[in-house]
């Protein structure tokens, strides 16, 4: 198994473009995760799904960031426009139910 | 609204010995609770996860308690190596919202 597949693994740009970050999840994971590392902020959860489907996006800090997942092998983190505020570690998880996440190596964002 | 903390943030210790890393938390509502790893530049790798009618679980070195009435978890670490230094989280599951811990940042003196 591939494991959770993150891309890019980095990501440097400006100040009010558009940033997309995927996610391949393991094959038979129900749950996907996507997680944005600080160092003043820890880790923290922006949204998960299920099957699918978005079941709490109670973490996305605001419009600016979007997230889809059109079929269970891909997701996507949209961040249109972003701020400088935004650089972090993004990171992708994946799991069955109620068991052990799995996480990909991350995509460290900077925003200039 | 639940917290996680973790006290302290970074131990050194010499190798050989034994630890306990603590994780509290203050909403005792949870379904399971999980420690991670994460090495540098890297993402999290699961060790245990205790469900909430589980006290503890053990893989290898490792073990895990969980009392939820008091709001704690321990990760113990037995003979420690050089290999264990890391940042060890923990997170808790529960009412559809993970939160995590900020981690103690763990590294054993050769």
């Known amino acids: 198994d591939a494991g959770v597949i993150q891309s890019p693994r980095h990501e ?35 949204i998960y799904f299920n099957n699918n489907v978005p079941i709490d996006d109670s ?9 889809k997942m059109p079929n269970a092998s891909f997701s996507t983190l949209k961040i ?19 068991q052990p996440q799995h996480f990909g190596d991350g995509t ?3 925003i200039l | 609204k639940q917290e996680v903390t973790q006290i302290p943030a970074a131990l050194s210790v010499p190798e ?19 420690w991670f790893r994460q090495d540098p530049g890297k993402g999290l790798t699961s060790l245990l996860l205790i469900q909430s009618s589980q006290r503890e679980q053990t893989s290898g070195r490792l073990n895990a308690s969980l009392d939820k009435s008091s ?16 940042t060890y989280l923990c997170a808790v599951r529960g009412d559809d919202k993970i939160i995590f811990g900020k981690g103690t940042r763990l590294h054993i003196l050769p």
Not at chain 1, 18 to 39: A, N
Not at chain 2, 16 to 21: A, H, R, S
Request: glycine content about 6%.
């Open chain 2, 16 to 34: 050989g010995e034994n630890l306990v890393l603590n994780c509290s938390f203050t909403d005792s509502a949870i379904y399971n609770l999980q």
């Open chain 1, 59 to 67: 973490g996305m800090p605001e419009d600016r960031f979007s997230a």
């Open chain 2, 71 to 86: 709001g704690r978890s321990t990760l113990y670490i037995a003979a420690s190596q050089p290999g264990d230094s890391a």
């Open chain 1, 80 to 98: 249109q426009p972003s701020e400088p505020r935004d650089s972090a570690v993004y990171f992708c998880a994946s799991s069955p139910l109620y």
């Open chain 1, 108 to 110: 460290r964002l900077s």
């Open chain 1, 12 to 46: 440097v740009t400006e100040m009010g473009q558009e940033v997309t970050l995927r996610c391949k999840p393991i094959s038979g994971h129900d749950y996907l995760f996507w997680y944005r590392q600080t160092m003043m902020r820890g880790l923290e959860l922006l």
